[in-house]
Every structure is written in C-alpha cells, then in structure tokens.
C-alpha cells in the first residue's frame, strides 16, 4: 500500500511505498512544514513605524503575519519565505526587508 499522508513521508521511506508519480492525494498544508528555511530575504518588522492598517496581512501569500485583536505582531519566520510583497505593500516602512535569514 503507498503512502499518501504527508506527515509519514520521510528520507527513510522506500521507494516502492511511495505513490505513483509522487502524488499526495491527502490534504496537507505548510503548516506541516517550516518552509523558512528556503528564505533568502527577512523581514523585518518596525512597530514603532506601523498603525495597524493590516494591509500587509492580506497581501501575504502565506499567512505569515500573526493577527490577534486587529493588531498584527511579528512574523512567523517558521513560514514566512522572504518574498517582499508585505514591505512593497506598507507605505509607513514599518517592514524593512534585510538580506539572510533571520
């Protein structure tokens, strides 16, 4: 039987209990992952700078930025994969995108 649970694939895994073609037919989510180690840029975010517009919230492609209420904190580096969209979207320079990871 293959393997289709994201959660049980690992380096140890045999080839033959992997599914055709590599496909995972569960669902999963990059909460599963700490995609923040692919990160090239960080971050970085300036709260003496922000006024809680929240707009770089929605701009995140992946929810990196915690809300908890209606104001934002800081980043969650553990997902967050240094794109910029966040800094390119806050018009106050309350995020500063800094070369290397955190």
Known sequence: MAVDDVTKITETI??????????????????????GEWR???????????????????VCPDS???VNNYKRSDFDYEHC???GICA???RLGAILMKKGGK
């Not at 080839?15 to 990059?30: L, P, Q, V």
């Open 40 to 58: 090239v840029d960080t971050p970085l975010f300036k709260e003496e700078k922000c006024t809680q517009c929240l707009l770089c919230v929605t």
């Open 81 to 83: 994969k240094g794109c």
């Open 88 to 90: 390119r979207a806050c």
């Open 64 to 66: 990196s930025i915690p």
């Open 14 to 35: 045999a080839w033959t209990d992997i599914t055709e073609g590599c496909k995972i037919e569960a669902a999963g989510n990059s909460r599963l992952f700490n995609t």
